[in-house]
């Protein structure tokens, strides 16, 4: 192992020795031979993995003063990195989180490490961090974030459109098999035969089982329970949530293994009646490819979560045969970033997944609509109603919020372990769905609920109580199943809840004002997008994906004011939606507004600090110290002749003169910085501090030529940074 291939490197000056604690491992360097600790660090690299230059770093080498650290153990070393004479290695910095041992692992360059020769750099004790070790053991963890690793590859925008080619194939083939999985298991549980030929838009023929059906959601749910605690945690619940975790909380990183274990138990959960959809599963299925892809081609974050988020369009594109909803799903929900960079990719991905998925489920869309909507224009009786069932749509979405939020909440408190508590919400279920068998004939509530949509689209026989309690028993049995451990999600339960409000509101009106032209269809068409994005928060998406699903344009007035309202109800009721509620209760929460990066756009000069002094490399630390006195977030510019040498960091009264009276800014300096035009926008300038690891960009009021220590006209560092972003932020 490295830590022990080094400890052998051993003299009687110049020696690693090991540290080892609850909360940290690490390696210590005692001595000054740059030459010695060289050779230890390259003769450690395994030779599969290549050169220093293109292999995977396994160490974090260098020298400093602490500049993070916890009362749990964890310190981050600020490490002096030159190019003087001495042997190479493959640098990189990391970042320690506490006593849990997270470390983010990130690419450097290709660096010289020289450590200082003074009493006080060998007393800083620098830590050599054993990566190789770690990182084989995080890539085994439960949550496999332990260690992040080489993210240093970035590739062409060509390069990354093809990638989202490839992955809208596979959502596609994913979306497919799914479909025939859910097929298989719910003919085999329902109907007591073998066949994948399954359509969800129509009702079932009466069960051969009779109240014996009842046990096809508690069978399929307890081995949904054995495959999720086993393979994937992740799996259960609806899906999205566990994607935008990925997003801001995992850089993206969903493991291989979630697209197969969520594939059988949402295909399980459904086919076996419990109130759940499709498009939760397909969205993670497809985020988890495009993150495997991207993970085993060592991509960077940004390019990492664009493939994610291509994926989780695709699929939801391939399932609804709705490629612009796909691509609107990932924009709203899923993208912190939209630009040519990240939005092309994902199109790529939605409408190839689209195309594939035509070639097997065809043409038609999602519903049929034989009601092509009002021939005339809409009377104001007509507008005030579609409002006040945006209205409705938004109090229902609250609704749905909470009851959702509450049986997640309530289940796993309940006495026993996951496998009975699964057991009671399926009881509750198979009552439920047997109890609307009784009464309508079908099993309304069980499984997607599609074809009780179309039903009602259809022109039905539905009155306002059945259509009232349809959208009660829906709202019970959707929660119900994923509080007790279901794998699914909320979107189809959505548009059945949506269709069932909605021809509610529709029917009552026809019987009120028969003559006004309510439509049952319309409003049900309508009430689908109000819940949808009240639900969710995704409004646009709604907006698309109800056009895309029913071809009826007539609507897309009364559709656009109806999402409008219960959008803004809903998040006047319950700030978070849908799928952001679950992962603030998990204390994971994410930004309710992702894009608000305003401050990137701004101008160097503009956000700059400039408390800045340029002083001579040979300066004395004492002398330096002095001039600091007053100003104690000062920063140091430290210049060589005519070059700008570096930055130096000092804490006024930090260093006493009778220990550093013969030392000077040279032993402290390092060239952790970049230099930008104070022209430049705070974008440009992260992305260089973040390509090539600096902390420090130095701003001038030159935009060619070799910057010189009298160009120097201010100073960015995370400070600066962390300012932008307050004062430019926007809730």
């Known amino acids: 192992m490295l830590h022990q291939h080094l400890l052998g490197e051993r003299a009687d000056h110049d020696r690693f020795v090991g540290m080892n604690s609850d909360d940290e491992q690490c390696l210590v360097w005692m001595g000054r031979n740059t030459r010695r600790l060289g050779r230890c660090l390259a003769e450690s690299e395994e030779p599969s993995e290549g050169k220093p230059k293109g292999g995977e770093p396994l160490v974090h080498a260098g020298i400093g003063v602490p500049v993070v650290g916890s009362s749990h153990g964890w310190t981050i070393h600020l490490f002096r990195l030159s190019a003087s004479p001495g042997s190479q290695f493959a640098a990189a910095k990391c970042h320690v989180n506490g006593p849990s041992g997270r470390v983010d692992l990130y690419h450097g360059r290709i660096y010289t490490l020289r450590f200082l020769h003074s009493p006080a750099a060998r007393s800083a004790l620098p830590k050599i961090f054993a990566m190789n070790d770690q990182a084989r053991s995080a890539a085994s963890s439960p949550n496999g974030s332990a260690l992040i690793p080489d993210e240093s590859r970035t590739v062409s925008l060509p390069t990354l459109v093809v990638l989202g080619f490839v992955i809208g194939i596979v959502a596609a083939l994913g979306a497919v098999v799914f479909r025939i999985l859910i097929a298989t298991v719910h003919n085999a549980l329902f109907l007591g035969k073998f066949s994948v030929v399954y359509d969800a838009n129509q009702f079932d023929p009466a069960s051969p089982w009779g109240l014996l ?43 291989g293994v979630v697209a197969i274990v969520k594939s059988l138990a949402s295909a399980i959960s459904i086919g076996s009646g419990a109130s759940v959809g499709r498009e939760g599963p397909i969205i993670q299925i497809g985020a988890s490819f495009g993150s495997t892809l991207a993970r085993v081609m060592h991509l960077s974050r940004w390019q990492k979560i664009t493939l994610l988020s291509a994926g989780a369009g695709a699929g939801i594109a391939a399932t609804f045969n709705t490629p612009l909803g796909g691509v609107m799903f990932a924009v709203e929900l899923l993208l912190p970033e939209v630009s040519n960079r990240t939005f092309l990719p994902v199109v790529v991905a939605t409408t190839t997944a689209t195309s594939v998925a035509r070639l097997v489920f065809g043409l038609s869309p999602a519903f049929f609509v034989p ?70 004939g079908h099993a309304q509530t069980a499984g997607v609920g599609y074809s009780t949509i179309q039903s009602i689209l259809d022109g039905g026989n539905f009155g306002v109580v059945l259509l009232l309690a349809l959208f009660v028993g829906k709202l019970l049995a959707t929660t119900i199943s994923l509080g007790a451990g279901a794998s699914g999600g909320v979107f ?85 939606n849908i799928y952001t509620i679950k992962l603030r209760h998990r204390g994971q929460p994410i930004p309710t507004i992702r894009h608000t990066n305003m401050y990137l756009v701004r101008q160097a000069r503009e956000l700059m600090n400039r408390d800045f002094l340029v002083l001579p490399i040979d300066t004395s630390i004492v002398e330096a110290v002095n001039r600091l006195e007053g100003h104690p977030g000062m920063h140091i510019v430290v210049s060589d002749g005519p070059r700008i040498a570096g930055v130096a960091r000092l804490l006024a009264g930090a260093y006493l003169p009778d220990r550093y009276a013969g030392q000077t800014l040279r032993s402290v300096t390092h060239e952790n910085f970049v230099v930008a035009p104070e022209t430049n926008i705070l974008n440009s300038i992260i992305t260089r501090m973040n390509r090539r690891g600096r902390a420090t960009a130095i701003i001038v009021n030159r935009r060619s030529g070799i910057p010189r220590p009298q160009d120097i006209v201010g100073i960015i560092d995370a400070n600066e940074i962390a300012g932008a972003v307050i004062a430019n932020h926007y809730a």
């Open 213 to 255: 059906i009842i046990l096809a959601p508690i069978v399929g749910g307890l081995i949904v329970v054995w495959l999720v605690q086993s393979f994937a945690p992740e799996a259960k619940g609806h899906g999205v949530p566990e994607v935008m975790y990925a997003v801001y909380h995992k850089q993206g990183n969903i493991r």
């Open 371 to 440: 009601e092509a909507g009002s021939a005339f224009a809409i009377n104001p009786l007509l507008i005030a109603a579609f409002a006040l069932l945006g209205v409705a749509a938004g109090v229902a979405s609250w609704l749905f919020i909470r009851v959702l939020a509450w049986c997640e909440d309530f289940f796993p408190t309940l006495p026993g372990n996951a496998y009975t508590q699964n057991i009671v919400g399926m009881v509750l279920i198979g009552l439920i769905f047997l109890g609307f068998q009784y009464w309508t």
């Open 492 to 576: 189809s339960p959505s548009l059945f809840i949506g269709a069932t409000l909605g021809g509610a509101i529709g029917a009552l009106g026809a019987a009120l004002f028969p003559a006004a032209g309510f439509s049952v269809i319309e409003f049900a068409v309508v009430g689908m997008g109000a819940i949808v994005g009240g639900a969710t928060g995704a409004s646009m998406t709604a907006i698309v994906m109800i056009f895309e699903m029913t071809r009826d344009y007539n609507l897309i007035v009364p559709l656009v004011l109806a999402v409008a309202l219960a959008t803004g109800v809903r998040r006047a009721l319950i700030a978070d």
